[in-house]
């Protein structure tokens, strides 16, 4: 028996009483997931990113383990949420125009002392100001720096559309406006470096994409260390106490941890392993976050139909973009239909061993996303379901 076999059967023993469609966290490859990027980190704390975990229980998990600290939220309203809930170190990951968000912020001193905001634009700090509705608590800052690879002398970029601050004089000449003005503290710096953490590097089949990756990410590391010791040299000679520099994700870990100007590193897709993670050479993981869907056809030889299933990732859309069949092992898509919202044909030789009522697991693209559809994950620990959490679609949460 393979090891993927091996698992189907536990994951199959461990949901027999349960009804798919069903989605379950495998905990011991979740654990060895969690020491493998504390391993990576070399030392330095690793922020959870929530938005890849997206279930309370695991968030308290992970932060319970050695290596791990704080939380990087994706939304304002979450970020409160989970403050009131008592995370003491929540970094909001992106700017945000949720006024009563920023109203709440400002007039409770425990959130204010627990949230730390993102910005990256002045224009920010004038909403933040106009939404206080009387809230005199002093707002927590970080600057996010623009890390997007430059060639051609700027016309050509490599990296996500994101902070207009690139250069030092900008992210320092925004640091002096926020520690100038009245009820805000500079406190931190991010820069997130997605061409690089969240970018496959050795993609089956794609060997000639694969070698332009390696180049341009290992162009792109040195680029970036350099100008990101830069930046931190020039904000800390405007704002000497600030408190951390967050940079990496779950791609980039180890390189990004080797750079003495970053305190400590973001990551969370590291922790379920979802498949746009399988194409790396700078680590393995173990998938932890499957889902499965009941056979409730069998259209002909080599063919099941599944109960929906069509969950696909945001970004740009593509075949990377789906689930990928996973257990058992050797079924495909139907080219014509792919996955669908109601139902999904499987094709391969393993369809003629499953009958109607049994469940094929799916791994996602993406790892949060999966839980915007499920609102329990079942803990498997061995072959039994040892715990069912909610996600936060399951508290009733839908921040996005």
Same mark, same amino acid.
């Given at each position: 028996m393979t090891p993927r076999a091996a698992d189907r059967a536990r994951y199959d023993r461990a949901t027999a009483h349960l009804d798919a469609p069903v989605a379950i966290v495998d905990l011991e490859a979740f654990d060895a997931n969690a020491d493998d990027l +504390? %391993?990576? *980190?070399?030392?330095?704390? +690793?922020?959870? *990113?929530?938005?890849?975990?997206?279930c309370r229980a695991l968030l308290e998990?992970?932060? !319970?383990?050695?290596?791990?600290?704080?939380?990087?939220?994706?939304?304002?309203?979450?970020?409160?949420?989970?403050?009131? &809930?008592?995370?003491?170190?929540?970094?909001?990951?992106?700017?945000? &125009?949720?006024?009563?968000?920023?109203?709440?912020? !400002?007039?409770?001193?425990?959130? &204010?002392?627990?949230?730390?905001?993102? +910005?990256?634009?002045?224009?920010?700090?004038?909403?933040?100001? !106009?939404?206080r509705a009387g809230g005199t608590e002093e707002i927590r800052v970080c600057l996010e720096l623009d890390t997007s690879l430059r060639?051609?002398?700027? %016309?050509? =970029?490599?990296? &996500?559309?994101?902070?207009?601050?690139?250069?030092?004089?900008?992210?320092a000449e925004l640091a002096r406006s926020v520690v100038r003005r009245p009820g805000f503290r500079l406190v931190g710096l991010m820069a997130y470096e997605g061409h690089v953490a969240g970018v496959g590097d050795?993609?089956?089949?794609?060997?000639?994409?694969? %070698?332009?990756?390696?180049l341009m990410q290992s162009a792109a590391r040195k680029e970036l260390a350099a100008r990101r010791a830069a930046v931190v040299r020039a904000v800390r000679a405007v704002a000497p106490d600030l408190e951390f520099v967050n940079g990496g994700g779950t791609g980039s870990v180890q390189h990004t941890a080797a750079e003495d100007a970053v305190t400590e590193i973001a990551a969370g897709s590291g922790l379920y392993v979802p498949?746009?993670?399988?194409?790396?050479?700078?680590?393995?993981? =173990?998938?932890?976050?499957?889902?499965?869907?009941p056979v409730v056809r069998r259209p002909g030889v080599g063919v099941v139909t599944v109960l929906g299933g069509g969950y696909p990732a945001s970004g740009a859309p593509g075949p990377d973009r789906l689930p990928v069949p996973y257990l058992p092992e050797g079924l495909r898509y139907d080219p014509q239909e792919g996955p669908g919202e109601v139902q999904t044909p499987l094709l391969g030789s393993p369809a003629d061993d499953l009958r109607i009522g049994d469940k094929v697991w799916f791994r996602h693209a993406k790892a949060g996303e999966l839980c915007e559809r499920f609102d329990t994950l079942h803990l498997v620990e061995g072959d039994r379901v040892t715990a069912a959490v909610p996600t936060y679609r399951g508290e009733g949460r839908t921040f996005l």
């Open positions: +504390v %391993r990576r *980190a070399g030392g330095k704390p +690793v922020r959870v *990113a929530s938005k890849s975990v997206r998990r992970v932060l !319970a383990r050695g290596g791990f600290a704080g939380i990087m939220s994706f939304t304002l309203d979450e970020s409160l949420w989970l403050a009131r &809930a008592g995370f003491e170190d929540v970094l909001l990951a992106y700017p945000s &125009a949720d006024r009563t968000g920023f109203g709440e912020l !400002a007039g409770d001193a425990k959130l &204010a002392a627990a949230v730390t905001v993102m +910005v990256d634009d002045v224009a920010q700090l004038d909403l933040i100001d !106009a939404a060639l051609l002398g700027g %016309r050509v =970029r490599v990296g &996500a559309l994101r902070s207009p601050l690139r250069e030092p004089a900008q992210l050795a993609v089956a089949g794609r060997p000639l994409r694969s %070698r332009a990756v390696r498949r746009l993670f399988d194409n790396y050479t700078s680590f393995s993981g =173990r998938p932890a976050a499957l889902f499965a869907q």
